[in-house]
């Protein structure tokens, strides 16, 4: 990773936050990304280099093709040619039928998919004119195995593996790896409520119950370690790949029982 340019997206807070900081331990020269306060991303940089590392903060919203353009522009005037991409920004809340608005489903696919695909889109040229680069998306296990009241953030993240696996074809006779991870519960401030607040405590004992490893939240360093393999030259012969990191649940999903409502 030594003086390669990484462009993190969602990198001010969550796995993105831990991805920045791995990639900057490992040498890396690191755009720091939020999507609205600039301080946010200026606290990440800050720690970055208080331990050693090299990292610019940006603020960008990349749910417009003419923003994600934008910061890939901005990026490399700054810092050089894009080396690395991992496409972390997303939101995630439920979606449960019949109660969606269009305001909400434009705001999940926008920044899920539309974003991550025209960050893609920007740095595709710069990394085939040079024959070079490694390209991770963040997906998910609810796009392997979704979860009840998430649809459309399930629909989302299986669009994700499927542009993974589609563009990785298009740019792997360029020396390009497109890959993506598939977390499944992480410990990150999204999800904050779900893991300490009374009131979800039923949520928590449904996800015990679909949780073979018992552990139920992966701590975000586990998932920005496995990233930071896949944009490594250890991952050179990986194209298209879903690497999934969900503490057994999508392996174990048909063994689960649910307990169906009645008509």
Request: hydrophobic share 50%; charged share 20%.
């Amino acid at each position: 990773m030594k003086d390669k340019v990484a462009l993190v997206t969602g990198s001010s807070s969550g796995i993105g936050r831990e991805v920045a900081g791995a990639l900057a331990a490992q040498g890396a020269r690191v755009a720091v990304v939020a999507s609205s306060e600039r301080a946010k991303a200026e606290a990440v940089v800050n720690e970055i280099e208080a331990a050693g590392g090299i990292a610019r903060p940006f603020v960008a919203d990349i749910s417009s093709a003419n923003g994600a353009t934008a910061l890939v522009r901005e990026v490399e005037a700054e810092l050089g040619p894009i080396d690395l991409l991992v496409n972390s920004a997303g939101v995630y809340f439920p979606t449960p039928a019949g109660e969606v608005t269009e305001d909400a489903f434009d705001r999940m696919v926008a920044i899920n998919l539309k974003g991550s695909f025209f960050t893609l889109n920007a740095v595709a040229p710069g990394m085939k004119a040079r024959s070079a680069g490694r390209i991770v998306n963040i997906a998910s296990v609810a796009g392997i195995a979704p979860n009840p009241e998430y649809s459309l953030y399930a629909a989302t993240k299986a669009g994700i593996i499927a542009l993974t696996r589609a563009i990785a074809l298009e740019l792997a006779p360029y020396g390009i790896n497109v890959n993506a991870i598939a977390p499944g519960n992480t410990e990150t401030p999204i999800n904050a409520d779900i893991r300490t607040a009374p009131e979800f405590a039923a949520q928590r004992a449904r996800i015990d119950a679909i949780t073979p490893s018992r552990r139920l939240f992966t701590p975000p360093a586990e998932i920005a370690a496995a990233i930071v393999f896949l944009l490594s030259d250890a991952a050179r012969g990986m194209y298209g790949s879903v690497m999934v990191v969900d503490e057994g649940k999508s392996v174990g999903a048909p063994l689960r029982k649910f307990s169906m409502p009645t008509a």
